[in-house]
């Protein structure tokens, strides 16, 4: 029986920001090792199967995802949302897809966004759970709670059968009182919002209960955009479907649901106690990332990404530091995170969406400084990459290439700069930039004008189908 890892890879993770940004969000980022979570993700499930994932991402997000995969050789098919609709049609989506080739595959649908750290017990539940979804259910795995957790949805099991239980129903984020009594019971497990189940079981189900949400999937993926490794649905018909989680479109209400125990010391690492709670910890309880300086201090997080964060005589705290942004958090107030974000959503800031250095296909930027009527980046171009042929209004540019080779495209004349050359684009004039060598290009850019913004790009040509 085939098995196909299908990866969910949207959301912002707006409650770790400054890290967590809706350009560049938490599944993407290096929080609990040198690899991203979703490179953890698909790390965790080559034991189980040869398949490469089949990824459902954002849009914004797909040229990250695909190198993140492809430096680990874990690069399959990406499906682009144009949208976000929720997990039950994102699942729609992949099972399409996979229904192509094989209706009856399996599909271990998981977030890219946990952390697992007892691979064999992982990895023991979803052998279970595949035994089980070949009969045709719908299986999820319910975490094994170790505490009265209030942030958590939970599973009640019913009956015994075989190595998992029928689901009784599922509930709420309770209060403390009732998560207590859900922990003494033995009977409920935290939602882990992981699943194994055949593409046509899940597809047969919810158009018996959702005949919508598969609808507007099935017209979005017949009208499919191949694009390298991306498929694109039709947005419009995506833009119809209605929005709803698969707890709540189909697994609350099939009778086919089960549920398998996973014991494998499991966190959504949904805030930034949690990532202290999963965190190795000095003899103070403190859990640090990066230069980080203690003196009579305990029971922080703390995250310095650039600089050296120096701590005394505080306790309880969380505090992360990036290139651009300081979060500075009582540890039982991290819920409240996101009402920072909302404020910078509301004064329109760049904080909340990107980081400073930004992410780009062809290699990434960072803007080390910048004033009124200037602004200055280092550039980084990867071997063999171009940036798109274009022209701007407002702005003119100075290139200073510090290591590498660059070949430029200035108005009619295309020339090589080599280390400590250099070149000034006038308004108006269309250029172009390219690595042709077998190293990374850096070069410094110095912008000058009237207006700096990211939006004062008229492209021309561009290799990856940016418009």
Not at 94 to 122: C, G, R, T
Not at 434 to 441: A, F
Not at 445 to 460: A, C, K, N, P, T
Request: aromatic residues 8%; glycine residues 6%; contains cysteine.
């Amino acid at each position: 029986m085939k098995l196909i890892p299908v990866i969910m890879a949207g959301g912002s993770g707006s409650r770790l920001w400054p890290m967590s940004r809706s350009q560049y969000p938490k599944q993407l980022l290096k929080l609990t090792s040198d690899k991203s979570m979703l490179q953890e993700t698909a790390q965790r499930i080559v034991p189980l199967t040869k398949q490469a994932p089949l990824v459902i991402c954002n849009e914004d997000h797909r040229f990250i995802v695909a190198e993140q995969l492809k430096e680990q050789d874990q690069l399959g098919k990406i499906i682009l949302e144009p949208v976000g609709r929720n997990t039950a049609p994102a699942i729609a989506l992949a099972a399409l897809q996979i229904a192509k080739e094989d209706p009856e595959a399996l599909m271990l649908v998981l977030a890219a966004d946990h952390v697992i750290k007892n691979q064999q017990a992982f990895i023991l539940s979803v052998n279970k759970a595949v035994a089980q979804a070949q009969n045709n259910t719908l299986v999820t795995f319910g975490i094994v709670p170790d505490q009265a957790e209030t942030g958590y949805g939970y599973i009640k099991r019913g009956e015994q059968q075989g190595d998992c239980f029928t689901v009784d129903k599922f509930v709420e984020k309770p209060d403390k009182e009732t998560a207590q009594a859900y922990l003494d019971s033995g009977d409920y497990y935290w939602n882990s919002g992981m699943f194994v189940f055949k593409a046509s079981t899940y597809l047969s189900e919810l158009e018996k209960y959702q005949p919508e949400i598969l609808s507007a999937c099935q017209q979005a993926m017949q009208h499919t955009t191949p694009d390298c490794d991306f498929i694109r649905v039709d947005k419009t018909a995506f833009e119809a479907c209605p929005d709803d989680s698969i707890d709540y479109a189909v697994m609350e209400k099939t009778s086919l649901a089960l549920v398998v125990p996973m014991d494998a010391e499991w966190s959504d690492v949904g805030s930034w106690s949690a990532l202290w709670d999963i965190s190795e910890k000095d003899s103070n309880n403190n859990a640090t990332r990066g230069d980080v300086l203690i003196h009579n201090s305990s029971n922080n997080y703390i995250n310095a990404e650039q600089r050296l964060v120096a701590v005394v005589g505080v306790s309880n705290l969380v505090i992360v530091e990036t290139k651009d942004a300081i979060l500075v958090a009582d540890k039982s107030q991290v819920q409240h995170v996101k009402k920072i974000v909302e404020q910078l959503k509301a004064a329109n800031r760049p904080e909340h969406k990107i980081h400073r250095e930004v992410y780009r296909p062809w290699g990434k930027y960072d803007s080390i400084d910048n004033g009124k009527r200037y602004q200055v980046k280092r550039i980084t171009v990867k071997p063999g990459e171009k940036l798109s042929i274009q022209m701007h209004h407002h702005r003119a540019e100075h290139w200073i290439v510090v290591s590498g080779t660059a070949k430029v495209t200035n108005g009619d004349k295309t020339f090589l700069l080599t280390e400590n050359e250099s070149t000034y684009i006038p308004i108006g004039v269309v250029h172009a930039l390219e690595n042709p060598g077998k190293l990374p290009l850096e070069m410094i850019e110095v912008q000058s004008g009237s207006y700096l913004g990211e939006d004062d790009i008229v492209r021309f040509e561009d290799r990856y189908g940016r418009s």
